[in-house]
């Protein structure tokens, strides 16, 4: 499984960008797919994680973006995407994608967000 993000950029604080990821190479539904986000000098945590199988979806946000940022998936397309609005210093971070298939985790290259003030 490929998984390739992008749209990430600069951006002003209290503006928006939308992230994308890509998937290929699996010839099942991806169940688990997420975001990710490293800052400089930090461990990589957790941004949100939709499930979804058997007719139902569920999508959890960190506390830190709950409101702000929205996870949206085009099944048809296999692609996951992010909606960030209102964003603040505190999201500048490279943002990664991440699809666990079969028990399997696979991860993006990274898209790089950064929030001038």
């Known amino acids: 499984v490929q998984l390739v993000e992008s749209g990430g950029g600069l951006v002003q604080a209290g503006g928006s960008l939308r992230l994308s990821c890509a998937a290929s190479?699996?010839?099942?539904?991806?169940?688990?797919m997420g975001w990710y986000r490293q800052a400089p000098g930090k461990q990589r945590e957790f941004v949100v994680v939709n499930t979804s199988g058997g007719g139902s979806s569920s999508t959890i946000y960190a506390d830190s973006v709950k409101g702000r940022f929205t996870a949206t998936r085009d099944n048809a397309k296999n692609t996951m995407y992010l909606q960030m609005n209102s964003l603040n210093s505190e999201d500048r971070a490279v943002y990664y994608c991440?699809?666990?298939?079969?028990?399997?985790?696979?991860w993006g290259q990274g898209t790089q967000v950064t929030v001038s003030s």
């Open positions: 190479g699996s010839s099942f539904s991806i169940n688990n």
């Open positions: 991440k699809a666990v298939v079969f028990g399997k985790v696979y």
